[in-house]
């Protein structure tokens, strides 16, 4: 239910992933004075807001003494930031195409002045301001369904439904006069397919209509992911619990593709649910008898290579049990143990490094990785590299104007190329596919040869050789990767201890982090 409230009843949380644009508030201002409130603030019970930050800050400049708010239930803050990513792709009309980029330049080549010209302005704290208070109608779902079903879009009725699960309530539909949906054309289908008689509606006029349309779904702030969701796309990194490979009659799991397909390219996982005979024999000739699983999920593709006899240490900074939880206490115990194996100086004969990439969120993260990755190889070992291409299909059919069908609900984000969010209603995740100079610019600095640099099935296969070790790189890499975060706000805290089993195995001294007395 939307209630008037006292503006200072609701307060902007501190991780909204909209950056500020003085334009852009501008053109907010604006909407509010000629359209007033068509929707809704949205808070959680303690007055913090999930949606709608822009618009309570400029109501504040412009003398709002009430806002309009619904409040939805309280959420841990992982879940107040996953509803707020949702809340900011929902709300307005947009296709998975349409990156913030996009739609900035569509709205600055709207004449805005010009659509807006025409509207008598509305006093702040009439009952006109508030017309998702005051004007909110109820309208048959079937009539409206009919007269807009053309406008149907599989993604944006997706988005609709998640924010419709995640906060218990549908937010109104704004339509023109001849009832034509101006913004609100996922939550009108989502309704009609689940059958409900009626929706909320709110009315604007003729002449407000193409206004209205540009202020509902162009004007948006641009994503600042990099910088309060930073944090958040690290842990969320993890493999999901729905993640699971084929396993044989004896509960073997494949084997995952980064791990074989250099040497058995057009063979299955499947095939190699237990590595054995001459297959076996084929893989240890390339990749030897020791070996380090860097990112290693669940830990199956470790436990597959140790049953076939592969000595395997084994990193995993985010081991996750039933329900999507990351096990901190299991990935300290994991972490810790693969830097006693680092300390004790085992030759690795090939470091993997197989679909990490595809979700570490940002190209300096990679860049950190590739440098452990040499330190653990180091002198004559190999690091083999699996990861997606940007020619996957989810990086490529986000161009396409026209999706006939919607499996996984993302959305392209625009910080790097190539780059698309994903389970944006639970933990947000990031799928990242690489061109190959991107694979070039990642390991370039630490290692000296790229041995190989295929595409395999719209992957990248990499082998590097002759890898380098730079002290002050390698200790603000240890630094980055053994400090990283939990959603409970700590760190892995182990940075300390990673460095001294990295001095003891390559017999150097780093220098001391940043800050530190020498």
Known sequence: MIKLVPIDAVRASGYNPRRNDEKRLALTEMSLRKLGFLLPIYADESGEILSGHQRHLVASRMGFTKIPVEYVSSKELGERKAVNVLFNRATNDLQKQDTCAIIKKRLYGTDIEALAAD???????????????????????VKLAKQNHRAFDTHIKQLAKSLERRIGSAMPIVIGEAGNVINGIG???????????????????????????????????????????????????????????????????????????????????????RLEGAALETWKRHYGTCIVDFGAGKLNNTRTLRKAGITVSAFEPYFVTVGDKIHKEKSLEIAAQFLDEVEAGTKYSTVFISSVFNSVPFMADRKQIAIIAAALCYPGGITVCWCQSNKAPQFRQTKQKYLAAEKVLTFDLDYEPNTVLGDISNHPKVQKGHTEEEMREIFAPCFGTVKRLDMIS???YMEITDPKIDP?????????????????????????????????????????????AV
């Open 119 to 141: 509207i008598p302005d509305i006093e702040p704290n009439t009952p006109e301001s508030f017309p998702c208070v005051n004007a909110l109608r109820r309208m048959d779902a």
């Open 458 to 460: 719209k992957f990248w």
């Open 472 to 516: 002050a790189a390698l200790a603000a890499a240890l630094d980055f990767e053994f400090e990283l975060p939990y959603p409970d706000g700590s760190r892995m805290g182990l940075s300390k201890r990673a460095r001294e089993a990295f001095e003891h195995r390559l017999g150097i001294t780093l220098p001391p982090p940043k800050g530190d």
């Open 187 to 273: 939550r009108l289908q989502v309704a009609v397919e689940a059958k409900r008689k009626v929706v909320a509606c709110v009315k604007v006029s003729a002449a407000q209509e193409a206004f209205a349309s540009s202020m509902l779904n162009l004007l948006s702030m641009d994503f600042d992911m990099e910088s309060n969701y930073a944090d958040d796309l690290r842990f969320n990194s993890f493999m999901r619990e729905r993640t699971t490979r084929e396993t044989d009659a004896a509960g073997n799991a494949a084997l995952g593709d980064g791990f074989f397909k250099g040497v058995f390219p057009n063979n299955a996982g499947r095939d190699f649910c």
